[in-house]
């Protein structure tokens, strides 16, 4: 078979990014298609030619087949990779592409179809021997009642056929909750994967999630590149991957490995896929699906084999056979991947957005960065959230999840609120150390949501900030440069400014020696300090400036004797102070307050911009509380705003198929005790 030449790569972000590296080491050429609002995206500059589809959301863009095919041919390409998610498990696509002319760059049509249909997909393993759990398809919400009636207990998980990552996923633990579960699940799904099937299994708790990484050539050779652990998840979507799982034995290593083999030779695979498995507390392991795609945490398994996995599937979809025997293939150190996303662990991991003000890896940590954005990029609403993986390769799992923590800190990522503070908690708890990693394990050990930074470090941060601006003023003067800022010919005056971190108050005074020291109050504390700027710059690794008004400088902070390199970061009333520590974000309050205006009693607000799906209440309807009034489509998940207390709707402000920004007034309750009943 010839080889391939020029690859159009069917996705976007990070994993598009990822393509790119592998196929230009093998010396493809490369076509990226964008929907509008990733025009400027780096994976569309990284690539040598970009197509543009026109659209604005998934479904007019990335799951539009025709528009995916139209631009390989008009971008030149003979191949097509689809990386994860979008129509990466589609059959429907495969066979079109292939139909085309084109190379699919993955497994057969019908190996998609048919564990794309995961009910199917469990009949296959059940042949081939591989233990599974039941479950029953449900073509309605108002067949899913009945299908509860046919053997399945409480919980449930309502499941899409076609895909994963979390979406299209509810657990229910009430039968009258499971409707709406599966009505909310199914439309997911249809946003996510084009294909609004679900089905309903066992929920099982406080199992680990553990899954086989296959590939398979056109020759019928099948192999297993070990496991990987995806337990720790949030919203039934993985955030910290790794490998090996510290909870199999050599034993149990071998039993699972060989069935995923069993599984793949089953399925005649070819390419690179995952088997997925969950572990219960006895150590009995059940069949959950096959993903027939790259994983987002395929890294951790390049790091402990030393294999790409993405050149590996190119070169079997040219026919070539697999470059390793199992024998070849060995388990070396540990490695573990966190993911970066743009969302608020301290109001339910609710994804955010914004513009990123700056992004810079740190260097010399050993650290691999899979990332989708730059300094100056933008975070849709209209997309995944995920920003970037972290991979770090050690020696033990303890060295791997410590230095990970590290990394993280040390990440320059200002401008969107992220989970960065969550998983550098996560990875150094003591239970997470200890390898007791349950897929529960978030609401067991509750590690701490956001980083609540002692007084110490507050007081270098607001005192950074505070010496670092007034430099930056005193720099940017015309005049006398030599003189305090603020200065007045009268008895010397400190100055002073407020910050909020929070709802902590930090007040700093401050005033400016002869000798350029000053002397300093803080948060009960005084003293004497020094601030030296080693350089001021537009923000980020190279790119231009990404905001106007942004201030950017590397410091050095003398207090007391004690010195700290610090990177300060300002926008509007903003500041980021990053240390040694980590990063303490803090807002500046205005000299002269501008009044509020006044709030809606009963006010029910969008906690992020979004889409409205549905409104589940008019005027004048009694709600309890818990009670979904609006829902919310974000990020391709659905987010339920619910009644806080109980009472009577007074106003509805939205209306299905409504933009709205976060804050914008959804629904307006009138409480009970205000005489709303």
């Known amino acids: 078979m010839p080889g391939l030449s020029r ?123 591989v233990p599974a759990l039941p479950a029953v398809a449900v073509e309605s919400a108002a067949q899913a009642a009945r299908a509860a009636e046919a053997g399945l207990e409480y919980p449930l998980l309502v499941k899409a056929a076609a895909g994963g990552g979390g979406r299209g996923m509810r657990i229910v633990r009430r039968a009258e909750d499971l409707v709406a579960a599966v009505e909310s699940a199914r439309r997911e799904a249809q946003g996510a994967f084009g294909d609004d099937r679900v089905f309903l299994e066992p929920y099982l708790e406080g199992i680990r999630h553990v899954e086989v990484q296959i590939l398979g050539d056109r020759h019928g050779q099948v192999i ?93 979809a040219q026919g070539e056979r697999l470059e390793r025997a199992q024998e070849e293939i060995s388990v070396q150190g540990h490695a573990i991947e966190a993911r970066l996303y743009a969302e608020d662990p301290a109001h339910d991991f609710l994804p955010a957005a914004g513009r990123l003000l700056a992004w810079e890896e740190p260097a010399g940590l050993g650290a691999r960065f899979d990332s989708g954005v730059v300094a100056g990029s933008e975070v849709s609403v209209h997309f995944d959230p995920m920003l970037a993986k972290v991979i770090v390769h050690a020696a033990t799992r303890t060295e791997a999840a410590l230095r990970l923590a590290t990394v993280l800190e040390r990440l320059r990522l200002h401008g969107v609120t992220t989970n960065r503070d969550f998983l550098v908690g996560l990875l150094r708890h003591e239970a997470f150390l200890a390898g007791d990693t349950t897929t529960d394990f978030i609401e067991r050990h509750r590690p701490a949501r956001r980083r609540e930074p002692a007084a110490a470090e507050l007081r270098w941060a607001a005192l950074a900030a505070a010496l670092g601006d007034q430099a930056h003023r005193r720099a940017g003067a015309r005049v006398l440069q030599s003189l305090p800022s603020g200065w007045r010919n009268n008895p010397s005056a400190m100055h002073e400014v407020t910050y909020h971190h929070g709802a902590d108050e930090v007040a700093v005074r401050y005033q400016r020696g002869r000798d350029g020291a000053f002397d300093w109050e803080c948060l009960g504390e005084r003293g004497r300090a020094r601030l030296e700027v080693v350089s001021a710059a537009g923000g980020g690794t190279g790119a231009p400036p990404v905001a106007a008004g942004l201030h950017d400088a590397l410091v050095d902070l003398e207090v007391d004797g004690l010195r700290r390199r610090i990177r300060l970061l300002a926008h509007d009333d903003h500041w980021w102070v990053q240390g040694a520590a980590g990063e303490v974000r803090l807002t500046e309050s205005p000299r002269f307050p501008q009044p509020r205006h006044e709030q809606v009693r009963g006010a029910h607000t969008a906690p992020m911009p979004g889409k409205v799906v549905t409104v589940s209440v008019a005027v004048g309807d009694l709600v309890e509380p818990g009670r979904t009034l609006v829902t919310l489509e974000a990020m391709k998940m659905e987010h339920h705003v619910t009644a806080v207390a109980a009472g009577r709707v007074l106003e509805v402000r939205v209306a299905a198929g409504a933009q709205v920004d976060g804050g914008d007034l959804l629904v307006v309750v009138e409480s009970a005790e205000d005489g709303g009943a």
Not at 28 to 40: E, M, Q, R
Request: proline share 4%; charged share 25%.
């Open 224 to 316: 297993h590149c070990f496991e990987r652990e995806c337990s720790i998840q949030r919203r039934h979507q993985k955030i910290v991957e790794e490998a090996p799982s510290p909870a199999l034995t050599p034993a149990l290593r071998a039993q699972i490995c060989e069935a995923a083999v069993a599984a793949g030779r089953a399925m005649g695979y070819e390419s690179a896929g995952t088997v997925e498995f969950i572990l219960d507390g006895n150590g009995r392991f059940h069949f959950l699906e096959v993903n027939t795609r790259l994983q987002v945490e395929h890294p951790v398994t390049e790091a402990i084999t030393g294999l790409d996995l993405v050149r590996e599937q190119l070169r079997i």
């Open 7 to 129: 690859l159009l790569i069917a996705n976007r972000g990070e994993i598009a990014r990822r393509i790119i590296r592998s196929a230009r080491r093998m010396g493809l050429a490369t076509v990226a298609v964008y929907a509008d609002p990733d025009a400027h995206a780096p994976f569309v500059v990284e690539a040598d030619l970009g197509v543009a589809l026109g659209g604005t959301v998934a479904a007019e863009t990335y799951l539009d087949a025709d528009k995916l095919i139209a631009a390989a041919r008009r971008g030149g390409a003979d191949c097509v990779h689809p990386g994860y998610g979008f129509l990466s498990e589609n059959g429907a696509f495969a066979e079109a592409v292939i139909k085309a002319g084109l190379t699919w760059v993955g497994p057969r049509p019908e190996t998609i179809r048919a564990m794309g249909d995961k009910l199917a997909a469990k009949e296959v393993m059940t042949r081939a021997g």
